[in-house]
């Protein structure tokens, strides 16, 4: 991971106010391959060459004169609410972590700076600049190809209730009708059956799924004359991947040449590519806790994946497996809250020190519940409940059998399959038959036994996993 930023050049501002931790911090910035880092000692000063300076990454502490850190970053986000910020701090209480969080905090570092620590957060903070470089890159190309798609292309939007809301000019010059005539009215209002039997009842049927349909339709134009168009319709979604739209893309063929195919695989690229960066973002917040406890991200990644494979096997829709895919990274949030001498102690924990750490199933409920958003509120659920037992002796609640909601009971399982087959600061991986005997004899006690039953059945589809984010 040496000279992380050797392949292009970042502008980094860090502020620190204590010279000494200053001079430690730059030297760790030389030794991981950065070079153009500009220093403040104090929020105002960082405030001050902000507003004169593109910087890419933020790193700063929180507690300074003049201006603290979280002044400043408030500061920043009303400048740039996409600023990619590290904040170095203490994390006292769990407050100072929430308003972290509501301030978009992107990665924390704790006092004492570790060097393995920074090496690691500086590492996945340049990542993330580069994703979103290449991000901000598709979209310019993607307003690129818009133009040139309207300019040449038949352009048309329906609404979810199948309405034309939008058809551009090349729309109306191949149908001869006028924008007047065709917006507002049902899409299939072409719909010829002579011509192009069902075609436009199995577009429907096809998208509404959230299928693409691709193909050639013959239609006639207001003055009756056939036209053909080679036509690809398809849903648009959100962020939490519901259909808000749907868009038909052609070209009338009886005259021009088909040329769309390379503009349509550039919006699909463009379109994922915004998909894949939110859920980066999930799976970021999700390591959040493992980092503090001094695991990898591949353990959120392993249990997202196992807990989606699990809920398939027992009968989840895609949509409901996707979304617990999706909150599963999250089920030790919580553990930002817990002391580190408890978090990382390398023994077995005391009694006294269990009830500790227990209570981190309650803080990462606690942090999230109040969201409006789907995959938060799944989150909470998920660290609430993933400590629960099939035999009501699990914590925090004692929750017995299907009391414990689904996720958590599924969570339950693949959290405690990928621990124990993991390093931990107080024990070694396990072997994988002492681990199935583990399960094994906890189902019906610790586990769902129906859930158990599924995931011994199918092991190696686990195993598949395990091996693909080692």
Same mark, same amino acid.
């Given at each position: 991971?040496?000279?992380?930023?050797?392949?292009?050049?970042?502008?980094? #501002?860090? @502020?620190?106010?204590?010279?000494?931790?200053?001079?430690?911090? +730059?030297? #760790?910035?030389?030794?991981?391959?950065?070079?153009?880092?500009?220093?403040?000692?104090?929020?105002?000063?960082?405030?001050?060459?902000?507003?004169?300076?593109?910087?890419?990454?933020?790193?700063?502490?929180?507690?300074?004169?003049?201006?603290?850190?979280? /002044?400043?970053?408030?500061?920043?986000? %009303? *400048?740039?609410?996409?600023?990619?910020?590290?904040?170095?701090?203490?994390?006292?209480?769990?407050?100072?972590? &929430?308003?972290?969080?509501?301030?978009?905090?992107?990665?924390?570092? %704790?006092?004492?700076?570790?060097?393995?620590?920074?090496?690691?957060?500086?590492?996945?903070?340049? +990542?993330?600049?580069?994703?979103?470089?290449?991000?901000?890159?598709?979209?310019?190309?993607?307003?690129? !190809? &818009?133009?040139?798609?309207? %300019?040449?292309?038949?352009?048309?939007?329906?609404?979810?209730?199948?309405? *034309?809301? !939008?058809?551009?000019?090349?729309?109306?010059?191949?149908?001869?009708?006028?924008?007047?005539?065709?917006? =507002?009215?049902?899409?299939?209002?072409?719909?010829?059956?002579?011509?192009?039997?069902?075609?436009?009842?199995?577009?429907?049927?096809? @998208?509404?799924?959230?299928?693409?349909?691709? =193909?050639?339709? $013959?239609?006639?134009?207001?003055?009756?004359? @056939?036209?053909?168009?080679?036509?690809?319709?398809?849903?648009?979604?959100?962020?939490?991947?519901?259909?808000?739209?749907?868009?038909?893309?052609?070209?009338?063929?009886?005259?021009? %040449?088909?040329?769309?195919?390379?503009?349509?695989?550039?919006?699909? *690229?463009?379109?994922?590519?915004?998909?894949?960066?939110?859920?980066?973002?999930?799976?970021?917040?999700?390591?959040?806790?493992?980092?503090?406890?001094?695991?990898?991200?591949?353990?959120?990644?392993?249990?997202?994946?196992?807990?989606?494979?699990?809920?398939?096997?027992?009968?989840?829709? /895609?949509? /409901?497996?996707?979304?617990?895919?999706?909150?599963?990274?999250?089920?030790?949030?919580? $553990?930002? =809250?817990?002391?580190?001498?408890?978090?990382?102690?390398?023994?077995?924990?005391?009694?006294?020190?269990?009830?500790?750490?227990?209570?981190?199933?309650?803080? =990462? !409920?606690?942090?999230?519940?109040?969201?409006? +958003?789907?995959? #938060?509120?799944?989150?909470?659920?998920?660290?609430?409940?993933?400590?629960?037992?099939?035999?009501?002796?699990?914590?925090?609640?004692?929750?017995?059998?299907?009391?414990?909601?689904?996720?958590?009971?599924?969570?339950?399982?693949?959290?405690?399959?990928?621990?124990?087959?993991?390093?931990? @600061?107080?024990?070694?991986?396990?072997?994988?038959?002492?681990?199935?005997?583990?399960?094994?004899?906890? $189902?019906?006690?610790?586990?769902?036994?129906?859930?158990? &039953?599924?995931?011994?059945?199918?092991?190696?589809?686990?195993?598949?996993?395990?091996?693909?984010?080692?």
């Amino acid at each position: 991971m040496n000279n992380i930023c050797a392949v292009l050049p970042h502008k980094i #501002l860090y @502020v620190e106010d204590e010279p000494s931790i200053q001079a430690f911090v +730059k030297i #760790l910035f030389k030794k991981n391959g950065v070079d153009h880092v500009d220093t403040a000692y104090n929020g105002k000063e960082a405030l001050e060459l902000y507003k004169l300076n593109h910087y890419d990454l933020i790193v700063t502490d929180m507690i300074m004169p003049v201006m603290d850190g979280f /002044e400043l970053i408030n500061k920043i986000k %009303e *400048i740039d609410p996409f600023q990619i910020i590290v904040m170095i701090t203490g994390l006292s209480n769990i407050e100072d972590f &929430k308003r972290a969080i509501e301030l978009r905090v992107n990665f924390f570092i %704790e006092k004492p700076i570790n060097p393995k620590k920074f090496q690691h957060v500086l590492a996945d903070s340049l +990542k993330l600049i580069q994703e979103r470089k290449e991000l901000a890159l598709s979209s310019t190309l993607l307003e690129q !190809y &818009k133009h040139a798609m309207d %300019e040449s292309t038949i352009l048309g939007i329906v609404d979810t209730k199948g309405i *034309i809301t !939008y058809v551009n000019k090349e729309f109306c010059e191949a149908s001869q009708y006028s924008l007047s005539e065709i917006v =507002g009215q049902s899409f299939d209002i072409f719909s010829d059956d002579e011509l192009s039997p069902n075609v436009y009842s199995n577009i429907w049927n096809t @998208v509404t799924t959230k299928k693409r349909w691709k =193909g050639i339709i $013959k239609n006639r134009s207001k003055d009756g004359v @056939v036209y053909v168009a080679d036509a690809l319709v398809g849903p648009l979604f959100d962020a939490h991947n519901n259909i808000i739209e749907y868009i038909f893309t052609g070209h009338d063929v009886t005259e021009l %040449e088909l040329y769309k195919t390379d503009l349509q695989e550039q919006l699909s *690229i463009a379109m994922q590519d915004v998909v894949d960066t939110q859920k980066e973002i999930i799976y970021t917040m999700g390591a959040i806790g493992e980092t503090r406890s001094k695991e990898t991200g591949s353990h959120v990644k392993r249990v997202a994946e196992y807990s989606y494979t699990l809920g398939i096997l027992y009968g989840l829709d /895609e949509d /409901e497996a996707e979304l617990l895919k999706l909150a599963s990274p999250m089920h030790d949030i919580g $553990k930002v =809250g817990i002391p580190d001498n408890v978090l990382n102690k390398p023994a077995r924990l005391n009694p006294e020190e269990f009830e500790i750490m227990k209570t981190h199933a309650t803080l =990462g !409920y606690e942090m999230l519940k109040g969201s409006s +958003k789907e995959i #938060l509120q799944a989150s909470a659920v998920v660290a609430w409940e993933h400590h629960e037992r099939w035999d009501g002796n699990g914590y925090p609640r004692g929750l017995k059998e299907d009391e414990t909601h689904i996720y958590g009971r599924i969570t339950s399982i693949c959290d405690v399959f990928d621990a124990l087959g993991s390093d931990r @600061v107080y024990k070694k991986a396990w072997e994988l038959d002492k681990i199935l005997e583990l399960l094994k004899n906890g $189902k019906g006690t610790q586990f769902d036994p129906n859930l158990i &039953k599924l995931f011994l059945d199918n092991l190696d589809k686990f195993l598949k996993i395990r091996d693909e984010f080692p």
